[in-house]
């Protein structure tokens, strides 16, 4: 007994050290691990292109496969009846500001009016201004000049293509899905890969810096997936060839969407961060490709005013807001809720006292007030797609219960929810209640719509401005892809002029192009077929079209300047004097008929 007495006495001074040891090192181990703890919860939002409320197989469809959605499905809440806009630009902008997209200044994908308003507020922005680190990357298609782009609003960390998909007139030439070049804050950088991947790849990237340093984050993911044209890598097609090739790179696109939504999930568990991120999916607009197989029994697809056309998933994901468990809240509610509800989520506080078109869900969505409490709300939307906005153009004004669509039809959306019986004889005075409602939102944001909005140049955030005709005021429809570039425009059916606004009086340098500098090819060359990419025919495999240019024509404002073409000329250039304010740019290449054609890219420099 003695023996072992002494020996657990003499064994105490070697455990003390030991455990000294042992807090010492496990100290120092927590020490090199990031601090993944904030006080504010953390946002990724993953809002997808052209993916409709039936291209998911969590809701019903039967050839899709969706395993790491559907995760994430079983652990949401779901808005069952939350509403877009039926095209993609309008979409953005109300999720971004709260504010109904007409009043944004945002009521087409091309034309001008894709371009969010100089003083609308974006998620990047009030976020951002209060202490959050702010991330965006894939699509924007709010504007491709200062002060449009997400990196003059607010937005810290930016990757995004151009225009509303790679490949469109303003995007870096011949981008084609796979080993593209995107816009890196502002400068084109190289990136190998599909391009759904790279979104995602450097969205990870930054979630990690930021969580490295401790900071609150809100990374924005926007695919431009699975809008077309439609290109997937093979492995993702491979199990849809069944379909016709148009779904099959379509599912495949969405697949890929899917793989993405998963490694993200598993990256943010490994990370830490899981617990404290509100983790957001939805979609643009309808189905623009997958109708046929399945649409959730709505009528209509992508453009339309039918529930098909806007009514898309919503999931939101939150555990340490108990925000876990399945559940669905059933009241209809919109893309102009989304920013005030993350606000009082993460106690971001209204100081600039915007008035929102939306309201927080917060309390609906925890579970804290009764839906029927929400029946009487009306919500509207419309595609518009024209140059100005028409009264009750492919309107639809909805409450939990009823649809008005054009003013003149009225469905029970919970009795018919395919919105093929026509009840409006039967209810006149909800069709009059539901147009009054209409008629006042429409007077209050009508005197907005004259409130052009005008590219800055000579600013110093972008100088020279670049500017393309996918944003060209006209009538009809613009060359908003480089297919059409290539192809040029039927004479002289298509052209058009830039609104602008001159930042500072000063001489100015306007250089008038048939093709973007990168190129580095002269106005009348034609251009070669560029490579294909799996999937669909790639924008860039359309030839260039040769021309005959012999006079190039610029105006702005009074002032108008006509020079020669010369025979290899890479742009004509002319310099003007501009007096600060709003004008009006037009530049025309002219052949030896003088029959006119837009010119497709202008770049306007600032002579310091």
Not at 471 to 498: C, H, L, M, Y
Request: with cysteine; hydrophobic share 35%.
């Amino acid at each position: 007994m003695k023996s072992v007495k002494m020996k657990r006495i003499l064994n105490v001074p070697t455990i003390c050290v030991s455990l000294i040891l042992l807090m010492s090192l496990t100290y120092l181990v927590r020490a090199e691990q990031p601090n993944r703890e904030t006080k504010k919860p953390n946002v990724v939002i993953v809002i997808t292109d052209d993916q409709g409320y039936g291209d998911l197989s969590c809701h019903g469809n039967p050839v899709l496969k969706t395993p790491n959605l559907d995760s994430l499905y079983r652990e949401s809440i779901r808005l069952t009846d939350y509403h877009v806009a039926p095209t993609c630009a309008p979409t953005r902008a109300s999720l971004q500001s709260g504010h109904w997209s007409n009043r944004t200044g945002v009521w087409h994908t091309i034309m001008g009016r894709s371009m969010i308003r100089e003083d609308e507020p974006t998620i990047g922005q009030v976020f951002s201004e209060q202490g959050y680190a702010t991330g965006m990357f894939g699509k924007w298609h709010l504007g491709d000049n200062y002060p449009f782009r997400p990196e003059d609003r607010g937005y810290t960390e930016v990757l995004r293509h151009g225009g509303g998909g790679v490949g469109q007139t303003p995007d870096y030439w011949d981008n084609a899905y796979f080993d593209g070049s995107y816009y890196h804050n502002g400068k084109p950088e190289a990136a190998k890969g599909f391009c759904t991947d790279v979104f995602f790849d450097y969205a990870k990237r930054f979630i990690k810096t930021q969580a490295d340093a401790g900071r609150p984050f809100v990374a924005y993911i926007s695919t431009n997936a699975p809008h077309g044209p439609l290109h997937c890598p093979e492995e993702f097609s491979k199990p849809y060839q069944d379909q016709n090739a148009r779904l099959a790179n379509f599912f495949g696109m969405i697949a890929n969407i899917d793989d993405n939504v998963g490694k993200l999930r598993k990256f943010l568990d490994e990370e830490g961060l899981t617990e404290n991120t509100i983790f957001v999916f939805t979609t643009d607009n309808g189905t623009a490709s997958g109708e046929k197989v399945f649409n959730a029994k709505m009528r209509g697809k992508k453009g339309s005013q039918f529930d098909g056309g806007h009514r898309v998933p919503f999931f939101i994901h939150w555990p340490a807001g108990n925000l876990n468990e399945p559940r669905d809240v059933t009241p209809v509610s919109h893309a102009v809720d989304v920013l005030p509800t993350l606000m009082e989520y993460c106690g971001i506080e209204n100081k600039n006292n915007i008035t929102f078109d939306g309201k927080s869900l917060a309390k609906l969505i925890n579970g804290e007030d009764d839906p029927a409490n929400w029946d009487q709300r009306v919500l509207i939307t419309d595609s518009q797609r024209v140059k100005d906005p028409i009264m009750w153009k492919s309107s639809a004004v909805m409450t939990s219960r009823w649809r008005l669509i054009d003013g003149e039809k009225l469905f029970d959306i919970k009795a018919d929810p395919s919105q093929r019986q026509d009840v409006a004889a039967a209810y006149p005075g909800e069709v009059r209640k539901l147009r009054a409602h209409y008629q006042t939102w429409w007077e209050e944001i009508k005197p907005s719509f004259s409130n052009a909005t005008q590219i800055y140049v000579g600013h110093p955030q972008e100088n020279p401005a670049r500017l393309t005709c996918h944003d060209w005021i006209a009538e009809g429809s613009t060359p908003w892809n480089q297919a059409a570039v290539r192809k040029g425009a039927d004479q002289p059916k298509v052209t058009g002029f830039w609104y602008i606004n001159v930042f500072k009086t000063g001489k100015y340098r306007i250089r008038l192009r048939r093709w973007p500098e990168e190129t580095d090819a002269m106005i009348n060359e034609g251009m070669a077929s560029g490579q294909p990419v799996p999937g669909a025919k790639a924008y860039r495999e359309t030839p260039g079209r040769k021309f005959n240019f012999t006079k190039a024509t610029l105006q702005i404002g009074d002032q108008k300047l006509t020079k020669d073409v010369p025979a290899e000329a890479k742009e004509v250039v002319f310099e003007m004097d501009l007096q600060q304010g709003p004008s009006k740019l037009t530049g025309r290449f002219l052949d030896s008929k003088d029959q006119p054609v837009g010119t497709y890219y202008a770049y306007v420099e600032l002579i310091e």
